[in-house]
């Protein structure tokens, strides 16, 4: 496990230090390198949060991850370079669901001059840290908000066409023991919107390009393009060269893709298909 490797992997090029600019770039680095994806809970190899397993997979193996994936990886650079990072507990749509959706997610604290959230494990969020600080943050063309709730929650309001829409938590360590039961709990409950559906998406600067299932779409402010996959060797070409994935069990999903889309939207054509009905 080599720092140079993970700047390597992710296209980081310079010093280091554990200051804004290095963290700024460090972080947009990775967002628009490395991608969001679920392929190791299709395929039904366990996750866990060992670093050592995510390094090997995201840097050896240019792999993408999860939110414990991608922000774990992150975490161990940062504390690497020397900043002060704190684990948190998140909650993706607890707005909608309640407490029952404490631990879908993983984020970063860095205490500099002031605190700011380093989190690369929506898939699509903040391409730079943001500050925690109350209002609306601008990141090129795309805008957050971030806002004080009851009980000593923030909620973060992502941007207009990004998804999850929130998600809250609280400025404290990470319970570790609910982060584990809840990440295990996404990887292997029937109920789990990560294991009926295969997804991966990769961030751009103002735009964000998904694969759900065999819908493949690439979002933008003013709309979205959708088309669908129509093989098992499209898949893999598709993974390949859109998102920089390859794996030699990636095929042996396909069937599985094609009974999920069959069972969602039946014989919709594609201007029919509303994939946000199976995000969270």
Known sequence: MRLEDYLIRIGYEGEVQPDLDCLTRIHRCHALSVPYENLDVQLGRPLDQDVERIFHKIVSCKRGGWCYEQNGLLGWALNEIGFDVTRV??????????????????????KLDKTYIADLGVGDGGRTPIPLVEGTHHQSDLEFRLERIDDGYWR???HSFGIPTTFDFKQEAADETLIARTNLELQTSSDALF???F???IMR?????????KVMREKTSTGTTKTLLSSAKELEHTLSETFGIKDPEIQSIWP?????????????????????????
């Open 89 to 110: 507990v998140g909650a993706m749509e607890r707005r909608e669901w309640g407490d029952e959706m404490l631990g879908n997610h993983l984020l970063l604290l860095v």
């Open 156 to 158: 973060f309001h992502n």
């Open 195 to 197: 294991v009926q559906n």
């Open 199 to 201: 997804v991966v998406q």
């Open 205 to 213: 600067e103002n735009t964000i390009t998904c694969l759900t299932g």
């Open 256 to 280: 599985k893709i094609q009974a999920r889309h069959a069972v969602v939207f039946g014989s919709q054509v594609l201007d029919q298909i509303d994939v946000s009905k199976i995000e969270f």
